[in-house]
């Protein structure tokens, strides 16, 4: 019995779902002085001499025509941060436009801001394939910066990270995933405690503020939560604050966070955070993302 040709048409998309891309929006300027523009990640290069690139556009497309009569279009790499504008553009019947802020490039043709790259094209040649046009452009004019690039793998978007394997001795076992989070969060600790100052707290103390933003606790429920550990009795610790003026803690009540108590776990979040930035300066800022991403991911699936 023969595969119906809808399961091929997806079984064919999703196979060709395993080959990671970049994403791109293509815009131009219709015939009519109308802006227009598309999600595509058929985008490729084809030419260094002369610099030329092609992207496809679906015959069903409702911005085909406009594409098809321009004489020039921009190709947009789209940087991480801009995985919205993906979802706007691959949507018809709306204004893609309303909102962004663009400048026009050669042609009038709407140009958009903080990609990865950019390139402006004029049109080359148009080859019909299959229920798709091929449109081949020259490229006039280019830029670029240091924004990483959104990805896009089976149907999914992500983010790109170079493939650095860490040197190792030749044969030697790789570190357990457990010895690198203890040393990891041994000597970002350590940093941590001896850099607070501004905040006027403690990394002890903090934590006790911390506990406390979403609701009232007992000291009971305190000490529960900062384990038998805890180098500084619970209970020091929270006296302490509460002469200080940081924590509303009535004999035999809940323990509150006052006004100063949030003013001062504000200053010592706000610390922490430049501390963290400096100690994760060696990775780009879409590493850093993902490691965070990867760590939460990690202490939800301990806590389940």
């Not at 690198?180 to 903090?206: H, K, Q, T």
């Not at 529960?224 to 550990?229: E, I, N």
């Not at 610390?271 to 490691?291: D, F, K, R, V």
């Amino acid at each position: 019995m023969s595969t119906p040709v809808l399961d091929k048409t997806r079984l064919f998309r999703n196979a060709l779902g395993s080959f990671a891309t970049g994403v791109t929006i293509v815009t131009a300027r219709s015939a009519e002085g109308a802006d227009v523009g598309v999600t595509a990640n058929s985008f490729n290069s084809v030419s260094l001499d002369p610099p030329m690139v092609l992207w496809s556009i679906g015959k069903n497309s409702s911005s085909l025509a406009a594409f098809m009569e321009a004489e020039r279009f921009a190709v947009h790499i789209l940087a991480a941060e801009q995985e919205h504008l993906s979802g706007r553009f691959a949507k018809s019947g709306t204004d893609k436009f309303a909102g962004l802020e663009i400048v026009r490039g050669h042609g009038d043709v709407p140009l958009l801001q903080n990609c990865a790259a950019r390139f402006q094209c004029r049109v080359a040649f148009r080859h019909e394939a299959g229920d798709h046009y091929i449109l081949v452009g020259e490229v006039d004019e280019f830029d670029h910066d240091d924004h990483a690039p959104l990805a896009f793998h089976s149907g999914r978007y992500g983010l790109f990270v170079r493939n650095e394997p860490p040197a190792a001795a030749e044969g030697a076992a790789p570190p357990l995933l457990a010895e690198l989070l203890v040393r990891a969060e041994d000597a970002l600790l350590r940093r941590v405690e001896g850099a607070m100052g501004e905040s006027g707290l403690s990394l002890a103390e903090y934590e006790v503020l911390r506990s406390l933003v979403d609701l009232p606790l007992t000291l009971e429920d305190l000490e529960d939560w900062a384990g038998p550990a805890q180098e500084i009795p619970t209970v020091v610790l929270v006296e302490d604050l509460a002469e200080r003026g940081l924590l509303d803690a009535p004999e035999g009540g809940a323990v509150s966070l006052t006004d100063a108590g949030r003013d001062a776990l504000a200053r010592g979040t706000a610390e922490i955070a430049a501390i963290e930035g400096t100690e994760l300066g060696g990775l780009t800022p879409h590493e850093a993302q993902l490691l965070r991403r990867f760590l939460s991911r990690i202490a939800a699936s301990a806590e389940d």
